[in-house]
Each structure stands twice: as structure tokens, then as C-alpha cells.
């Protein structure tokens, strides 16, 4: 007698957003995994027959293409393309009772902590004994580790604390752990991440604790970058920066989100910071560290911004410097402080100073760029793209800033490794060079 035949589960994860939900993503997928279910990440291929979007809803650009990714997976079930639909991440959390409303298709909706349920609708196990285990979707040399979730900042335009909660710490034990995995992986360099990497610590050891734990990274043997990204400047702790200085294996790197520089909109902003407490938190860390590179980022067209805060926003970028520096526009998000002020600033003004302040930055990039040409640098390369070797210095995160490029119909590069290349070139965000 014929039986049927069940085609075993496919899950396919795609990931919107932040590094911190491409971390969750890698969580859910190495406890599929342990539970033997098929999975891959972001798949071109048409053989998976369950989806799980991991969607972002932190801005209106990040949430519209949420939805619309979740629209596309919709049309997909009806179809019959694919069986299953589920939905997980921030604007998940945020909004699951008007998107079960609004998109029947999709299954079931998940909030961020809602891992173990999602897991047992597919018949799986949260696994304890694989905390730690994750199915990279990184190149095997580099990957982000998240240090602690959620943040206790109250910032008028940030609805993060609505979706993440407060902010929860890893144990400095939990997190070696991890990063040691990592490293007999092969994984040579870790980002660490969290909505606010100044606190960590304070919730379980009863103080900052980032430069006790970075200590213990470094210790750990086949890392060799350690990175840091989000760090909070309100009363910005400088052993952090004195640490850096004093280990080898942490970049000479920051990522440091200022937001603005206007007083009065600081104010409104509820960041608990002046101008000048600003610039002295960014030249005492020069001060200590010289060779850093300061990754920030601005917003712009908050309530209540006028021109002249604006101008001031620009002599400030113009005359600080940044290394490396992103702009955002304000979005108005239901639940936060700035949500009941008036959006007064139109967006196609927004979008104008953002393009202005963006034109100050190019300028800089490429002037602090020209000054590398005839320089030799420790080079991480991370993929071929077209006829070049793509990588990144100590001073350069994946994805956000500088590439190095190394012309590949001349010379051979190994993916993975780091390479110290001299600079021959430089454009606003890109340098090119060849192997010293």
C-alpha cells in the first residue's frame, strides 16, 4: 500500500532592520536548526514552504517596508507559493492587534520576547543548553554580539524602550561564553551592540560595567577587532575610552549617536546633554585617543527646529569633524514624548537639510580620506564585488562606512584575512590600494 509522502518543513528568516534583529534572526535559526528543521536566511530559492519575517518598527521608512515585505509574503500564501506565515520582531510588537486586523494571511504575530512561542507553533524546543548557538548570516569573520537589550532612556522621538523594554544585561560570563564560540568558528572580529552600551552593567552588577567586560573579550584567544556601536553621550564614562587605549584588539573606533547640537532641541529631545557638554565629552576622548575614529549620527526636522538651530547643527559637523557620520529625518512615532508636539517642519525640508548636512560630511570624508593616500593600514577584507577586493580598516564598520578597494585582475586577496595595504587613492567614501 502507497502512503503519502510529507514533504519535510523549509523556514526561510528574513531580516529587517538593525543588527540586533539580524542577532535575534541568528538566534531563531541556530534553535531551528538544533530542533533539525530546515532553515535559511533571506533564500533566493523557491523549496521553503514556511516564512518567518523579523520586522523592523523603529522609523515610517523601516515600517513601511516591513509591511510591505510582509504584503509580499501575503500574496505569496495565497498563492499557495508557501503554507506558513508568521510575523516577529519590533513592529510586531508594537502593532500586532492592528496588523492581525489588517493582514489575515500572515499566521500569527510575535512580539520581541516571544522566541519560545514561536518556536513551539513550529514544533520546537526553546533549547536552553543552545544559548550562545547561532546560525551566522555575517561572513564567517565577523559578527555582531548583542550585550544587553531594551534601554531606560526616555529621548522624545525613540519608541526602542515601546518595543525592547527596559534595558536587561547580558552576564559578562554568558557573553564569553558566546564570543569564544564565535571565535572556533573562525570569527575574528565582533561588534558589540546594544541600545545603550554605557549601561551595561548598572541592572545586574550595580555599575558600568562595559570596561570589565571588554576586558575579558580580549582575552579571548582568535579575536583580534573588537568594535563598539551606540554608546549614549549624557555623562559618557570615560574608563571605557582609557580602556581602548590600553587594549590592543578593541578598534579605534566609536559609535556614538549625538543627534543634534542646538541646545533647545537637545532639550526637547529630552538627551539630558548641552552643546557644550558635547564637545567636551568629544574632545576628551581625542584627548585620550588620539587615532580614534567617531561614528555619529544626526536627526534632523525634529518639532520645533528652526533654521537657525539648523545652521547651528552645521557649524558644529563642520567645525568637530566626525569621521564617520549618518543623518536621519524625524519620524513622528505614536507613544513617544515627541509625538505630542506638532510636526512642524515639512519633509520635503527635512529632506533638504538632510541632504545639506550630508554635502558638509562628504566634504570632510573626503579631506580626511586624501590624507590617508601613501598610508599603510591592517585591513579586513570581507567579499569580491565586480573586479575589486572589498575591505575595512579598524576606523570602518560593515555596511555604514569606508571600503577599501584592491584591484582583483592585479592582485589576490583572501577573503577572511587581514592584509595591511598601502593607500593609493581615495574618494569621499572609498580608498583604494594595493598589498604592501
Known amino acids: 500500500m502507497k502512503t503519502k509522502t510529507l514533504k519535510k518543513n523549509k523556514v526561510n528568516v528574513v531580516t529587517l532592520g538593525c543588527s540586533k534583529n539580524l ?30 519575517v523579523n520586522t523592523c518598527g523603529f522609523i515610517d521608512k523601516a515600517k513601511e517596508e516591513s509591511i510591505n515585505t510582509i504584503l509580499d509574503y501575503a500574496e505569496a500564501k495565497r ?24 493582514i489575515k494571511e500572515v499566521d500569527s504575530f510575535y512580539g520581541t520576547f516571544e522566541l519560545p512561542a514561536l518556536l513551539k507553533t513550529l514544533n520546537a524546543d526553546y533549547k536552553h ?43 559578562i560570563e554568558e557573553l564569553i561564553k558566546e564570543v569564544s564560540k564565535l571565535a572556533a568558528q573562525g570569527v575574528k572580529e565582533i561588534m558589540l551592540i546594544a541600545q545603550e552600551l554605557t549601561f551595561y552593567g548598572l541592572d545586574i552588577y550595580k555599575k558600568r560595567s562595559l570596561s570589565i567586560l571588554l576586558d575579558a573579550l580580549c582575552d579571548i584567544e582568535g579575536i583580534e577587532w573588537i568594535r563598539l556601536h551606540y554608546a549614549y553621550p549624557s555623562q559618557f564614562p570615560m574608563d571605557i575610552i582609557e580602556t581602548m587605549a590600553r587594549q590592543p584588539k578593541i578598534c579605534n573606533y566609536l559609535d556614538i549617536p549625538l543627534q543634534h547640537a542646538a541646545n533647545n532641541v537637545l532639550k526637547a529631545m529630552r538627551r539630558k546633554v548641552t552643546n557644550q557638554d558635547t564637545r567636551n565629552t568629544i574632545n576628551e576622548i581625542r584627548s585620550i585617543l588620539p587615532e580614534i575614529a567617531i561614528r555619529t549620527t544626526m536627526l534632523v526636522g525634529f518639532p520645533g527646529e528652526t533654521r537657525e538651530d539648523f545652521e547651528e547643527l552645521k557649524d558644529f559637523v563642520e567645525e568637530m569633524r566626525f569621521e564617520r557620520l549618518g543623518v536621519f529625518t524625524y519620524s513622528h512615532e505614536e507613544g513617544t514624548h515627541g509625538y505630542k508636539l506638532e510636526d512642524d517642519v515639512p519633509e520635503e525640508e527635512k529632506a533638504q537639510r538632510a541632504n545639506e548636512l550630508m554635502e558638509i560630511q562628504q566634504e570632510i570624508s573626503y579631506e580626511l580620506n586624501e590624507a590617508k593616500i601613501g598610508k599603510t593600514f591592517k585591513v579586513i577584507f570581507d567579499k569580491k564585488e565586480g573586479e575589486s577586493f572589498v575591505g575595512r580598516t579598524e576606523y570602518d564598520s560593515p555596511d555604514v562606512d569606508n571600503e ?21 587613492d581615495a574618494t569621499d567614501f572609498d580608498l583604494f590600494g594595493e598589498l604592501a
Do not use: W
Open 23 to 52: 542577532v535575534d534572526s541568528e538566534v531563531l535559526m541556530g534553535q531551528l536548526k538544533g530542533n533539525n528543521i530546515e532553515v535559511a536566511h533571506e533564500s533566493q530559492e523557491d523549496d521553503f514552504n514556511i516564512v518567518i
Open 404 to 424: 577599501v578597494l584592491v584591484d582583483a585582475t592585479k592582485q589576490y586577496v583572501p577573503i577572511g584575512e587581514f592584509v595591511h595595504v598601502k593607500i593609493t
Open 79 to 102: 498563492d499557495g507559493i508557501i503554507d506558513k506565515l508568521y510575523v516577529t520582531g519590533c513592529l510586531s510588537q508594537r502593532y500586532k492587534d492592528n496588523l492581525e486586523q489588517e
Open 129 to 171: 543548553e543552545l544559548v550562545g548557538e547561532r546560525l551566522l548570516t555575517t561572513p564567517n569573520h565577523y559578527a555582531y554580539v548583542k550585550i544587553s537589550e531594551g534601554c531606560n532612556r526616555t529621548c522624545a522621538f525613540c519608541a526602542i524602550p515601546i518595543m525592547r523594554g527596559k534595558h536587561v544585561s547580558k552576564p
